[in-house]
């Protein structure tokens, strides 16, 4: 399989395109005064505006705006002078107006781009727009499936109707499904690090569009695309992509043509089916909103903001390498995922050891929590914990082998290092008069391996200094115990 | 003499001096009301009880020593595409035929700080739109001077209450004229603002970049001082201009010696009846004779304001009447089996003809393919339409025109002729097109009977020049009111 692909990737190549929303966690919607909410009683966040009873009007939610320009920013674009709001027009029961307030031919931000780091290669996606819109309210359908086509009625919340939503659009300067996976989480660690968004995949505040078409490398026309709609995992990105190509590659080779399409990706059977073909795509009307002036946005306002980014994680990436002295590896690993790196920053604030605390976060810490399937800031280890075990390593209060038992101990309870020793009493012992006694009575038990030593089997030495390990429950301080033995032995 | 004869600022007058209790007018007002709205027809919502109990209350807070305004106490009716909290607002439409209205629109929070009275809610072509008042699924509105003749529209009852002395006011709300051509047609005071002088917040969207609300009044300084109670900025229509609003009242009864006059050309057009050519000549001689310069001016682009007008208007109504799709509120086709039907039935059901005619005329013009042949080409000239009036304010005070072509015309002549229908708002339309302000007031009686109402236009934000304009003519041209009922 892995060597099949790897042929068709030496004959065709694959084009992707990826259309991206993200709900912006403003405080309150995009064009009226309620209160964005999640899993709240349905239809108690709403007013007349975002219900679209008649005579209501939008007015524009400044600080959305801010946060598209702040992300137009981080993504390179050129910020347009005015904000224009068109409406799009189109039937559906999610809709309060019928019409969608979005951007058409002035959005916020043009002609950016994303660097995104694929290991051995830097791949640069182009950003074409980036735009502001409203969000829809949210169907439910009623039946034993909770799929439309097989609802008996289906009922509508529109808490989430109004909610401001970012669309970024790239140009189709992706290459592989793997590709687009490290865009979308290259593009969500930029977010995050702004703060616009908690681009919570599970609530759908981040969710990718795919565009994809395959063509011969030699070829220089692209091929036929399909798109596949509301993706919000990476893996069903990924997995759906590369379904869609297999299938385009197939209808290809066996001589077929690939059919313009929109298509839905289904975990379940990991394939993508129809939604609707070209003919029945909408003609949307767009039109400016007449409701709404254009927004100016000056350059002082721009500037005031570009003030806010904050350090972004190719930034923070080289701060890594550079300052902190880790490795390429341990840096892009720290800096390109916020959790990580915001836990990570925290953790160096209380005791500042880099290295130590990047060990940790990518040997134990990411072991155990891999293993639970749980993220760091899940975890019962605050970065407090964890410096504070780190700094009782630094100053020798503890040994490495007894940190493992107790970073176990705070990652089961939560409990911070400091109680944990006091409470198992797993104090490092450091006090050399206290060691020499246990140290006599082992030399005095093990002959043998003593003898070995002496006849030059230096390697003995471990043997006995695991046997005053053992002795102390790994309390010893081994570095101590080494040299009391060789002193005595010598 | 009766209180219905008053005007508001009579009756202020009176209830500052506590000569008259509201509960007296509120009294004399629904026995008017009694009498004539069989024939009439003006209103959608009337309660009595309503009235009366609302004019208790306020004669209370009166009694209580509060501050009486201008139109503390004073009945005024509602055009019914006006959002009033609690009691339904329908826009004359099946579609909303039970909807009762969610939140107060801004200018009715604006007026219930003076404690008016509300006195109902007032008949209209559907959704605004119409110039006869014949498009309502509440029945037609007949005019008080002739009732066999319509009232005018949209604001067809607004204007004929007026007239018919069933309310001492009205809000109405014009897009293409609907202000001021029913009270041209009604012999009343119909004054259009400076789009965005008042806020639509709550006025059902007939066409946004068009649309604004104003007062129906029987003299021009009632229509001074309700203009000065709704106007003013609105965070919540962020179309409306933040600035102050001037006390419009005192631009009454002042000198017009000096100002300057145009008369558009374009606007004196041979569909313009004779009569009324005569009276707006007649007026015109009389500014003349107070000191105003008149001359005549050409706005070449006005020609085609009809055009532009019927493809700006439509389109922006079909994106505002989508949401009338029976999902939320209103009307609902109850027997459809999928989303689809039930959107065309409720739709089909809901609306009436002409709704639907001006929904698919402006589907048509926004569609991919035709939206840069009409929209944005209508957008164009709309620009160049903005342009001559630019120009023409660098030369005039104000510009003067008849309001509508012809007097009120008989209940059904036009109603199976759009085209003919719509030229009655040809006047009047290059107005809303330029957002600038207009009032119409009456300067005549035809042959027959029939009121004949003049226009004076000014620049944005100019209501001072044309209220004292208005004033002139309402002093100096004299004219007998003689209603049919």
């Known amino acids: 399989m892995e060597n099949e692909f790897a042929d068709i990737k030496n004959e065709y190549e694959t084009v992707i395109g990826l259309e991206t929303h993200v709900e912006l966690s403003t405080e309150t919607k995009m064009f009226c005064g309620c209160k964005l909410s999640f899993g709240a009683q349905p239809n108690t ?136 996976k490290q865009y979308m989480i290259t593009l969500r660690n930029i977010l995050l690090t702004l703060d616009v968004s908690d681009c919570s995949m599970e609530e759908g505040s981040i969710r990718s569009d795919a565009n994809v078409s395959v063509k011969l490398i030699s070829s220089d026309k692209l091929g036929t695309r399909t798109e596949i709609k509301n993706l919000n995992s990476f893996r069903f990105l990924q997995r759906g992509l590369e379904y869609e190509v297999d299938r385009h590659i197939d209808i290809i080779k066996s001589g077929g043509k690939v059919i313009q399409q929109t298509r839905h990706y289904d975990n379940k059977t990991q394939t993508t089916m129809v939604l609707r073909e070209k003919e029945e795509a909408h003609d949307y009307r767009y039109f400016p909103d007449p409701d709404l002036v254009p927004m100016k946005i000056k350059e002082d306002w721009i500037n005031k903001i570009k003030d806010t980014i904050p350090e972004l994680p190719s930034a923070k990436e080289k701060r890594y390498k550079d300052f902190l002295g880790l490795s390429d590896y341990d840096s892009s690993f720290m800096a390109n995922d916020f959790e990580i790196s915001s836990y990570f920053e925290e953790v160096l604030k209380h005791h500042d050891n880099a290295k130590a605390a990047c060990n940790w976060i990518m040997g134990d810490f990411s072991a155990f929590i891999n293993k639970d399937g749980i993220t760091l800031r899940q975890s019962k280890i605050t970065p407090e914990n964890l410096a504070g075990l780190i700094k009782m390593i630094d100053s020798k209060e503890i040994n490495g082998k007894i940190a493992k038992l107790v970073f176990e101990e705070m990652y089961n309870t939560g409990k911070n290092p400091t109680d944990i020793i006091l409470e198992k009493g797993l104090k490092q012992i450091n006090d050399t008069e206290k060691l ?16 070995q030593y002496k006849s030059g089997k230096s390697k003995a030495i471990s043997y ?18 080494n040299e009391i033995i060789i002193k005595k032995l010598s | 003499m009766s209180l219905i ?89 099946k579609m909303l035929s039970n909807y009762v209205a969610v939140y107060d629109a801004t200018v009715i929070n604006k007026l219930n700080r003076h404690r008016f009275l509300m006195i109902g809610k007032a008949n209209m072509d559907e959704f605004a739109m119409g110039s006869s008042n014949e498009n309502s699924a509440f029945g037609v509105v007949r005019n008080p001077w002739n009732l066999d003749c319509v009232p005018g529209g949209s604001s067809g009852g607004p204007a004929a209450s007026v007239a018919a002395f ?88 002042t000198d017009i010696k000096g100002m300057r006059i145009g008369i558009p050309k374009e606007l004196m057009i041979k569909e313009i009846d004779c009569e009324v050519k005569s009276s707006v000549n007649n007026a015109l001689r009389m500014l003349e004779k107070s000191g105003a310069i008149v001359e005549e001016v050409s706005l070449p682009n006005l020609e085609y304001a009809l055009s532009v007008f019927y493809v700006i208007a439509p389109s922006e109504a079909s994106s505002n009447l989508s949401r009338f799709d029976g999902v939320r509120y209103g009307y609902r086709n109850t027997k459809s089996r999928t989303i689809r039907e039930m959107y065309k039935k409720t739709r089909a059901e809901g609306f009436g003809p002409e709704v639907k005619r001006r929904i698919m005329i402006g589907t048509y013009c926004l569609s991919s393919g035709y939206y840069d042949a009409y929209y944005d080409k209508a957008k164009r000239v709309r620009t160049l339409i903005i342009n001559d009036f630019k120009k023409a304010f660098l030369e005039y005070d104000v510009l003067i025109s008849p309001t509508s072509p012809t007097t009120a015309f008989k209940i059904g002549d036009r109603a199976d002729d759009p085209l003919t229908m719509y030229l009655s708002d040809v006047c009047t339309i290059p107005v809303n097109l330029a957002g600038i302000p207009a009032i119409s007031l009456p300067c005549g009686v035809s042959k027959n009977n029939l009121p004949i109402g003049i226009q004076v236009i000014g620049d944005i934000l100019r209501e001072d020049n044309v209220l004292k304009i208005a004033s002139a003519i309402e002093s100096e041209v004299k004219w007998k009111m003689n209603l049919q009922i």
């Open chain 2, 5 to 93: 004869n008053l005007g508001a600022y009579e009756l202020n007058e009176l209830i500052k001096k506590k000569e008259i209790s509201v509960f007296e007018i509120a009294k004399a007002y629904v026995q008017r009301i009694d009498e004539v709205e069989n024939d009439i027809n003006a209103f959608i919502s009337f309660d009595n009880d309503l009235v009366f109990s609302r004019a208790r209350e306020i004669d209370k807070y009166i009694k209580d020593g509060n501050d009486i305004l201008d139109f503390t106490g004073i009945p005024i009716a509602i055009k019914d595409n006006v959002c009033t909290k609690g009691i339904k607002t329908t826009c004359a439409s």
């Open chain 1, 45 to 180: 966040y709403t007013c007349p505006i975002c219900l679209g009873h008649p005579g209501s009007l939008p007015v524009i939610n400044k600080k959305a705006i801010e946060n598209a320009i702040k992300i137009a920013l981080a993504l390179n674009c050129n910020i347009c002078e005015n904000a224009v709001f068109h409406r799009k027009n189109y039937f559906y029961p999610d809709m309060p107006k019928n019409y969608q307030i979005s951007q058409f031919d002035m959005p916020v931000g043009i002609n950016g781009y994303i660097d995104v780091d694929m290991g051995s290669y830097v791949r640069k996606v182009r950003v074409t727009r980036v735009h502001v819109e409203e969000d829809t309210g949210k169907l439910i359908h009623i039946g034993s499936t909770g799929r439309i086509s097989e609802a008996d009625y289906s009922i509508v919340d529109f808490n989430r109707a109004g909610t401001p939503l970012i669309e970024i659009v790239t140009m189709p300067d992706i290459k592989s499904p793997d590709e687009a």
């Open chain 1, 436 to 451: 020499e006694k246990i140290i006599d009575e082992v030399i005095l038990k093990n002959p043998d391996a003593v003898s």
């Open chain 1, 464 to 481: 006995l200094v695991g046997q005053v390990m053992a002795k102390t429950h790994g309390k010893a301080n081994p570095q101590i115990v």
């Open chain 2, 166 to 253: 069933e309310t001492a006011c009205s809000l109405g709300s014009d897009t293409g004229g609907s202000i001021r051509q029913p009270a041209s047609l009604c012999g009343i005071v119909g004054l259009k603002p400076t789009y965005g002088r008042v806020s639509r917040y709550g006025l059902v969207a007939f066409a946004s970049s068009l649309d604004q609300i104003g007062p129906l009044t029987r003299n021009v300084k009632d229509s001074a001082a309700l203009l000065e109670a709704i106007a003013g900025y609105d965070e919540y229509d962020s179309t409306s201009i933040n600035t102050d609003v001037p006390n419009y009242k005192s631009f009454l009864n």
